[in-house]
């Protein structure tokens, strides 16, 4: 059996830090090499024709690290936005951030808006990425928008739930992708995986390929997909 592409690949990058301490480099360094591996992703995933891709950039919990780290990230962040993202408007991408953006500090807020609004009628591939994000949180505020809308205890089902998520609009992920071999979805998407096939990959994020995605795309593609049901293999 052979699944088609994907429509929707979902990553957790992790390994930034374990690579740059292997490595004698700054925590920061290992950063900034895992935001160069993930530009080289989003314009490969393009070039195959994965129509969404999520990757985790900062979790909510994150800010439960060092005061030095947070602001070094969020200065790479902000470089990042200023000097670094010229490749969403070249390939022609859409940034959707998700999150409690809000709550950012203003100035990176306000990139990230901006870039946003520069490429919302883009037709690459659609790039969403978690920043400042907790799948808990999304669950509390799509169950506060279903409040705030007054449905009816009959109208709040699964189409409900999903139109008032971060994404309600764009498919759930097939794949889920984690790097650095852990074996945890680490609060990330928690409503849209639920039939996610997930794939551990060992390697630090900064040492991930377009080869190893293709890895994975190959090892989604021969899986037999059940979602709670039978096959016809049984």
Known sequence: MSNL???????????????????????????????????AICIYCNKIGIKNLTLYAFSIQNWTRPKIEIDALFNLFIDFFDNKSQFFHDYN??????GRINELPKAIAKKVYSLEESTQSNLGSCINVAINYGGREEMID????????????????????????YLPNTPEPELLIRTAGYSRVSNF?????????IDINKKLWPDFTEEDLEKSLN??????RKFGGSSKND
Do not use: C, Q
């Open 189 to 197: 998407l928690l409503w849209h995986i639920a039939y996610s096939e």
């Open 142 to 165: 799509a169950a506060k928008k279903v409040v705030e809308e007054g449905l009816s205890i009959e109208e709040i089902n699964e189409e409900s739930m999903k139109s008032n998520s």
């Open 93 to 98: 991408l859409k940034f959707n951030p998700i």
């Open 5 to 39: 592409l994907p429509e929707h690949i979902a990553i957790i990058m992790d390994g930034n830090r374990t690579w740059a301490k292997e490595n004698n480099l700054s925590t920061i360094k290992g950063h900034e090499k895992g935001l160069d591996v993930a530009r």
């Open 219 to 224: 090892i989604y593609k021969s899986i037999d």
